[in-house]
């Protein structure tokens, strides 16, 4: 099965930096990758989608890129600003029919002003 | 907006007794389902539900967990003679269709479940 590998250290980011967040996957790639936030004590949510024939996405402040040959995903927010403060949750969507997506245990942002 | 929620926001409970969570998803979605996640653990899958039946189910879903749609807007997770390493924070969500066609779902707030 998939194993998810994020860095499960806390990342300081300085207000107003582009904060970058990693994401690495083994075995085979997924048919897309997904990226939410999850606030202390409170459900994920969905921020980008991102599909394997896809090499980049963007949302306003954030953007994913999918390196199949690397087996990675790199999640950026840019203008970081405190309220970006959250954990950020990669996931990956087996596909073949398979409904339950595959976590990783997601990385602890912090901006400080 | 709208949204997936779920009762109890916290439930305690004894070792061996029985729990139901409950979850509304959202009014116009078909699939259904339940992950969990364990104090400073990774999110994880439980099972999903279509049409009135499970669609797929993880490891972790054994004969100790059961899902039900009891009527038109309920979604429900049943825990049976619940064990200390039930204690979670359980999390339903809805799609709009399945998720494997790179569907978005959504995440209710979740109920923490503490067995003692």
């Known amino acids: 099965s998939q194993k998810i590998e994020q860095n499960s250290e806390a990342l300081n980011i300085q207000e107003g930096k582009t904060a970058t967040l990693t994401c690495n996957y083994t075995n085979y790639s997924p048919a897309y990758l997904q990226w939410y936030r999850q606030d202390p004590g409170r459900g994920p949510v969905f921020l980008l989608l991102i599909r394997e024939n896809e090499k980049e996405k963007r949302k306003e402040r954030l953007k994913v890129t999918f390196d199949t040959t690397l087996k990675q995903s790199l999640f950026h927010i840019t203008a970081s600003q405190p309220a970006d403060s959250a954990t950020y949750l990669c996931?990956?969507?087996?596909?073949?029919?398979?409904?339950?997506?595959?976590f990783g245990k997601g990385t602890h942002l912090i901006i400080q002003p | 907006e709208p949204e997936v929620t779920q009762t109890p926001s916290h439930q305690v409970t004894q070792m061996g007794q029985e729990v139901i969570l409950r979850c509304v998803p959202i009014s116009n979605h078909l699939y259904f389902y339940w992950y969990r996640q364990i104090l400073g653990q990774k999110v994880e899958f439980l099972v999903s539900f279509y049409n009135n039946e499970i669609s797929e189910k993880s490891e972790i879903f054994d004969d100790q967990f059961s899902v039900e749609r009891p009527d038109g807007s309920n979604f429900t997770l049943k825990i049976r003679s619940t064990k200390l390493e039930d204690s979670a924070m359980y999390f339903c969500a809805s799609s709009e269709r399945r998720r494997t066609s790179g569907n978005t779902i959504y995440f209710g707030e979740g109920s923490w479940l503490t067995v003692v």
């Open positions: 996931a990956l969507d087996e596909g073949g029919g398979a409904d339950g997506l595959t």
